[in-house]
């Protein structure tokens, strides 16, 4: 393999390529390196020629943020199209070399580039694969087929996941090509809740890192160690300590798992390119006894960190980050414990471009279900009353979101909007004798009741049109709290929202057979369609994938510095608006995930346009159809003919 930058070409070459790194979003035509082998023929002795090639690059700068970019151009996700992936077509060639020298074995072993035997005969003879490929060529399409195969023959899903990775790590694009054709049966396989029985054997079943793990052993370095990541424009981080994964609970270093699948369905559903994409672990020891005393556990072995010294790791994180790679880098914060989830997310949500999930993703997403939901049981969301079970991230902060938008559209003030709301904890219903001795997060939701110990007596007592389960225990929604709930609604909502598929509150049968066919009814994890009393009832997932991928893609294309409450009350609206009379017609109130792209490009535009309307878009002449845009944005992973 020759390694060659631009600047290396540059200053080997007499003909000036100036300008290759600093393109502007007026789209400069460029040169692309392109290699031809020496009279000799060998590999090692190639003499390097230009070749002009008609392209657009956006602009390359080392670290930075998404360039000021034409609103009509495409941009492919939003950053730097460093290997000109996105502005090729099958009539405007590229070379993945435009940027660095690979050929031969190399080549099929780089997964950014590799099309295993989708590679054409000219690509063959140009890129001396010759050999090294069995003659055969074939479509992407035809691979894809083959995989798929493969795949349903396999009898267990972790079977299924590792085959997943193992694709992704030889052949980027087929693996996105599958998983964004394929959506609704590939969905559990990368992601919950599949990736739950992922994390907890993750030790073994590592083959090589997909992420970068940020230890304590490199406390005072942390900038250092995010250089060592190949790509150099990063523009969405996904970062876990571990410590709550799913409703699992400590796995330490083993939650790998999860940023990965978070970003493999920010690149599928919502469009960003898996380059500007980082998986990041922050290791500081586990609690679980089970992992410490196990010989293929891959991370410290130790009990956690605490107090000042979490604090400054983490601190040294967010502070190397920003310096790194930017103001608008997304960092999202994901299966972190509750006590250190509020208080990141209260730390650096005014500082940086930060999100949590758990918080705010699951909160937007149930809304955005509610909303729809609306539509069968009738009247407002300030009609409704409200009633959890769980007070933790999810539960707090989909409660929230509910008031700020009852508030919103009552114009009532907030604490006001929040008595339409109450929570049940593991002591019972939250209520303002326990007021003292509430967490923090707890205490804006303990209105004025007597004490109630179980939810079933909180379910007597309060009467709520809505239940939601995000506890983390499953089977809580006993037989008679469902038929208490189906007693007084004509159509009760049940939201049994925990992952996996064991800690869910009830299953999707429980909830249809317990009201009689009367709940609406969604879930975390997916279930079967369930048949009672002659008819299909197809349950709704309440997937936060719906929610993150689209807002990412929103606030990278608006090139937003701050994430504000409003973008996600604007992402729960564009979600609830893709629910159509077919689905509603089907119990659903979720639209089904074979359109996600178009729903995460309609989401996209409606938190681009709140960043703009909040003056917190830094991407200036907003276009004029933000769908669109959005749309364009979107990383492709259909194959490349290479020169």
């Given at each position: 393999m020759?390694?060659l930058?631009?600047s290396?070409?540059l200053?080997?070459?007499?003909?000036?390529?100036?300008?290759?790194?600093?393109?502007?979003h007026?789209?400069?035509k460029a040169?692309?390196v392109?290699?031809a082998?020496?009279?000799?023929?060998?590999?090692g002795?190639r003499?390097?020629?230009r070749?002009?090639?008609e392209s657009?690059?956006?602009?390359?700068?080392?670290g930075g943020?998404v360039?000021?970019l034409?609103?009509?151009s495409?941009?492919g996700?939003?950053?730097?199209?460093t290997?000109?992936e996105?502005?090729?077509?099958?009539?405007?060639?590229?070379?993945?070399?435009?940027?660095?020298?690979?050929s031969?074995?190399?080549?099929?072993?780089?997964?950014?580039?590799?099309k295993?035997?989708a590679?054409?005969?000219?690509e063959?003879?140009a890129?001396?694969l010759r050999?090294?490929?069995?003659?055969a060529?074939v479509?992407?399409?035809?691979?894809e087929?083959k995989i798929?195969?493969s795949?349903?023959?396999y009898?267990?899903p972790?079977?299924?996941?590792v085959?997943m990775?193992?694709?992704?790590e030889r052949n980027?694009?087929l693996?996105?090509?599958?998983?964004?054709?394929?959506v609704?049966?590939?969905?559990?396989?990368?992601?919950?809740?599949?990736?739950?029985e992922a994390c907890?054997?993750?030790?073994s079943?590592?083959?090589?890192p997909q992420?970068l793990?940020?230890s304590?052993?490199?406390?005072?370095?942390?900038?250092?160690?995010l250089k060592?990541?190949?790509?150099k424009s990063?523009?969405v981080?996904v970062?876990?300590?571990g410590e709550?994964i799913?409703?699992?609970?400590?796995?330490?270093?083993?939650?790998?798992?999860i940023?990965?699948?978070?970003?493999a369905l920010y690149?599928?559903?919502?469009?960003?390119?898996p380059s500007?994409?980082?998986?990041?672990?922050?290791?500081v020891?586990?609690n679980?006894?089970k992992l410490?005393?196990d010989?293929?556990y891959?991370?410290?072995?130790?009990?956690?960190?605490?107090g000042?010294?979490?604090?400054e790791?983490?601190h040294?994180?967010m502070s190397?980050?920003?310096?790194?790679?930017?103001?608008?880098?997304?960092?999202q914060f994901?299966?972190?414990?509750?006590?250190?989830a509020?208080?990141?997310?209260?730390k650096?949500r005014?500082?940086?471009?930060?999100?949590n999930?758990d918080?705010?993703?699951?909160?937007?997403?149930v809304?955005a279900?509610?909303v729809?939901?609306?539509?069968?049981?009738?009247?407002?969301?300030?009609?409704?009353?409200?009633?959890?079970?769980?007070?933790?991230?999810a539960g707090t902060?989909?409660?929230e979101?509910?008031a700020?938008?009852?508030s919103?559209?009552?114009?009532a003030?907030l604490?006001?909007?929040?008595?339409?709301v109450?929570?049940?904890?593991?002591?019972?219903?939250i209520v303002?004798?326990?007021k003292?001795?509430?967490q923090?997060?707890?205490?804006?939701?303990?209105h004025e009741?007597?004490?109630?110990?179980?939810?079933?007596?909180a379910v007597?007592?309060?009467?709520?049109?809505?239940?939601?389960?995000?506890?983390?225990a499953?089977?809580?929604?006993?037989?008679e709290?469902?038929e208490?709930?189906?007693?007084f609604?004509?159509?009760?909502?049940?939201?049994?929202?925990?992952?996996?598929?064991?800690?869910?509150?009830?299953?999707?049968?429980?909830?249809?057979?317990?009201?009689k066919g009367?709940?609406?009814f969604?879930?975390?994890?997916?279930?079967?369609?369930v048949?009672?009393?002659?008819?299909?009832?197809v349950?709704?997932?309440?997937?936060?994938a719906y929610?993150?991928?689209?807002?990412?893609?929103?606030?990278?294309?608006?090139?937003?510095?701050r994430?504000h409450d409003?973008?996600l009350?604007?992402?729960?609206?564009?979600?609830?608006a893709?629910v159509t009379?077919?689905?509603?017609?089907?119990?659903?109130i979720?639209?089904?995930?074979?359109?996600?792209r178009k729903?995460?490009a309609q989401?996209a535009?409606?938190v681009?346009a709140?960043?703009y309307?909040?003056?917190?878009?830094?991407?200036?002449?907003?276009?004029?159809?933000?769908?669109?845009?959005?749309?364009?944005?979107?990383?492709s992973?259909s194959?490349?003919?290479y020169?």
């Open positions: 020759i390694s930058n631009r290396s070409f200053n080997n070459n007499s003909t000036s390529l100036s300008g290759i790194s600093r393109f502007s007026t789209q400069r040169s692309a392109v290699v082998m020496s009279s000799n023929g060998r590999p002795e003499k390097v020629i070749a002009v090639m657009t690059l956006s602009e390359t700068r080392e943020s360039p000021d034409d609103p009509k495409t941009v996700g939003g950053v730097e199209d290997y000109c996105d502005t090729a077509t099958e009539d405007q060639l590229v070379t993945p070399w435009t940027y660095s020298v690979a031969g074995y190399t080549l099929l072993r780089d997964p950014h580039h590799n295993g035997l590679f054409t005969e000219k063959r003879d890129h001396y050999g090294l490929l069995p003659p060529v479509s992407q399409e035809l691979q087929r798929m195969k795949l349903r023959q009898q267990l972790l079977q299924r996941y085959a990775m193992d694709l992704q980027e694009k693996f996105y090509k599958l998983l964004i054709d394929h609704e049966e590939l969905l559990p396989v990368v992601y919950t809740p599949t990736v739950g907890q054997k993750y030790g079943i590592f083959r090589r992420g793990y940020i304590l052993k490199e406390k005072g370095k942390i900038l250092e160690v060592n990541w190949p790509e990063i523009q981080i970062v876990t300590d709550r799913l409703g699992l609970g400590d796995l330490g270093s083993q939650g790998m798992g940023p990965v699948g978070k970003l690149t599928a559903l919502g469009g960003v390119r500007s994409c980082l998986p990041v672990t922050i290791d020891g586990t679980n006894e410490l005393k010989e293929f891959i991370g410290l072995r130790q009990k956690r960190a605490t000042q010294e979490y604090s790791l983490l040294e994180f190397a980050v920003k310096q790194k790679y930017g103001e608008k880098v997304l960092i994901e299966d972190f414990a509750n006590h250190n509020f208080e990141l997310l209260a650096y005014t500082t940086h471009l930060v999100f999930d918080i705010q993703g699951t909160a937007s997403v809304l279900g509610l729809a939901a609306l539509k069968l049981v009738g009247g407002t969301l300030a009609e409704h009353t409200f009633l959890f079970l769980g007070a933790g991230e902060g989909i409660a979101l509910i700020l938008e009852i919103k559209q009552t114009k003030p604490e006001e909007s929040r008595k339409k109450w929570l049940v904890d593991s002591k019972g219903l303002s004798s326990r003292e001795s509430l923090h997060f707890k205490q804006p939701w303990a009741h007597e004490p109630v110990k179980t939810l079933l007596d007597k007592a309060i009467k709520p049109t809505v239940l939601i389960g995000s506890s983390g499953g089977q809580t929604f006993t037989k709290v469902v208490a709930m189906a007693s609604n004509e159509k009760p909502v049940i939201l049994a929202l925990s992952n996996p598929t064991s800690q869910s509150e009830c299953t999707a049968e429980q909830a249809y057979t317990w009201s009367r709940a609406i969604a879930s975390g994890s997916p279930f079967d369609p048949e009672y009393d002659g008819k299909v009832f349950p709704g997932q309440a997937n936060n929610i993150f991928p689209g807002l990412g893609l929103g606030l990278i294309i608006s090139g937003a510095i994430v409003d973008m009350l604007a992402a729960s609206e564009a979600l609830a893709q009379q077919e689905n509603y017609d089907k119990g659903l979720y639209p089904p995930f074979t359109n996600i729903i995460s989401i535009a409606s681009a709140k960043a309307e909040l003056g917190l878009a830094t991407r200036l002449l907003q276009p004029e159809n933000l769908v669109k845009y959005a749309e364009s944005c979107m990383y992973p194959y490349r003919n020169w």
